[in-house]
């Protein structure tokens, strides 16, 4: 039995006119791959948003709706513990897709989200909470899927679900979610980790994170296919091609991925600004010819991180620059500029830390600096002020900035 792993196509996504076809693009090769498969998995944000335009709808119900032009390559389904609905037979009698919504897709309880659109269109079927079991020239996979829900009751909801391993079948989870140390978002820690996944799955698929790997998880191989489209531009990204994921099952258990041929390439590079001769623009074409691009159809992506300190830069020099060095890329310019003032507060904290001083000495330099810098008189002790301050007396202190007390007798 072989089955194809897709997860986070965005549909609709677009960071720019130039790369709005990408995502359905990407989606349509996957699919195309995975035709050769007996099921399709998808684990999640199959839509970048919860309420797609027509267009984006039109576009991506021609790419589902491939599986329903293949014959039903032998797999049946055996079991699920979800009531399923009549034109769920649709995608049975063909390619069995199912899926699960991810946290683009997520909506409030009691409403349809996309991914069940497609459900009700017969495109797939949508799992949450549920088991669904498949068989193939005696051979049985147990499909146990959780959809994406907050990722602070991820734990709480995926225990008390407690889905368990059944016997003589090959248990696949799927889930789509922040599991640590693949840290999504730090604005929502994730309650799920490595090693509070439930145990005893042949593999647990996980959705969400956009770069794809691979590992051991105590007998368990724990399979993220990432993003079938760039939507962060990150240096991750840059690092990792866009793939499917591929599980076969005979003799042995083999899981790999293959990568997407179509993809657009994307280069994430840092430019340290010199102070030179050459213009912005000329040292960002430097930079951009020691670039090997392949040969494609598709114009790469390079984002170049500007580091330096110049802070005369405007977002608007930027772009210019950027739309007259279109020819042989997608240019992505951004800013990361650190001031004068910034620099040498970073070069007072990186020697105060070489002195090796103590946390109260390292206060009580810094203190010293910044009422330096901004003219404080110096004819009070700076070690008494320090006191006051660490003694939560800043009123004290502030009368004594300010010259409304003028000698530290009344606070000895």
Same mark, same amino acid.
């Given at each position: ?180 140390? /693949?840290?999504?978002?730090? #604005? $929502?820690?994730? @309650? =799920?980790? +490595? ?9 647990? !698929? ?61 280069? /994430?590079?840092?430019?340290? #600004? $010199?102070?030179? @001769? =050459?213009? +912005? ?9 020691? !670039? ?67 946390? $109260?000495?390292?206060? =009580? ?48």
């Amino acid at each position: 039995m072989r089955i194809s792993v897709l997860s986070d196509l965005h549909f609709g996504y677009s960071y720019m006119q130039q790369l709005e076809n990408d995502s359905f693009e990407n989606a349509d090769e996957a699919v195309q791959k995975a035709l050769d498969s007996d099921l399709i998995i998808i684990a999640g944000d199959v839509f970048d948003i919860r309420a797609p335009r027509t267009q984006t709808w039109g576009k991506s119900l021609k790419i589902l709706s491939q599986p329903l032009l293949r014959d039903n390559p032998g797999i049946k389904m055996v079991e699920c513990d979800k009531q399923l609905k009549d034109i769920s037979q649709r995608t049975l009698n063909h390619i069995p897709v199912v899926a699960i919504h991810g946290n683009h897709e997520r909506l409030m309880k009691g409403d349809i989200n996309t991914v069940e659109s497609l459900e009700n269109a017969g495109l797939l079927i949508h799992l949450h909470l549920n088991t669904i079991i498949f068989e193939k020239d005696g051979v049985k996979v147990a499909v146990h899927a959780m959809s994406s829900v907050p990722e602070r009751y991820a734990k709480e909801v995926l225990d008390k679900w407690n889905p368990k391993p059944i016997e003589g079948c090959v248990n696949i989870l799927v889930l789509h979610q922040s599991i640590d140390p /693949y840290v999504y978002s730090p #604005l $929502e820690p994730p @309650s =799920l980790s +490595l090693s509070n996944l439930p145990r005893g799955f042949d593999i647990i !698929i996980n959705g969400h994170l956009h770069g794809h790997n691979m590992e051991k998880l105590d007998g368990s191989v724990f399979m993220m296919p990432g993003s079938t489209v760039i939507t962060q531009f990150e240096k991750n990204e840059a690092a990792s091609d866009k793939v499917i994921g591929r599980i076969d099952i005979g003799t042995d258990l083999k899981v790999d991925f293959e990568p997407l041929g179509t993809n657009r390439k994307f280069y /994430y590079e840092n430019l340290e #600004l $010199e102070q030179t @001769s =050459l213009t +912005l623009r000329e040292q960002v074409e430097r930079k951009l010819s020691q !670039i090997v691009f392949p040969d494609g159809n598709k114009k790469p992506v390079v984002k170049l991180k500007l580091k330096g300190r110049d802070t005369s830069i405007l977002d608007a020099d930027l772009r210019n620059i950027e739309s007259k060095l279109n020819d042989k890329a997608i240019l992505l310019l951004v800013k990361e500029i650190e001031s004068q003032e910034l620099s040498e507060k970073r070069e007072l904290l990186r020697n105060l830390r070489e002195q090796k001083l103590s946390v $109260e000495e390292l206060g =009580l330099n810094i203190l010293r600096t910044n009422l330096d810098e901004l003219g404080a008189k110096n004819d009070f002790d700076y070690d008494t002020m320090f006191h006051l301050l660490s003694e939560d007396q800043t009123e004290s202190a502030l009368n004594i900035l300010i010259g409304q007390q003028t000698t530290l007798q009344a606070f000895k």
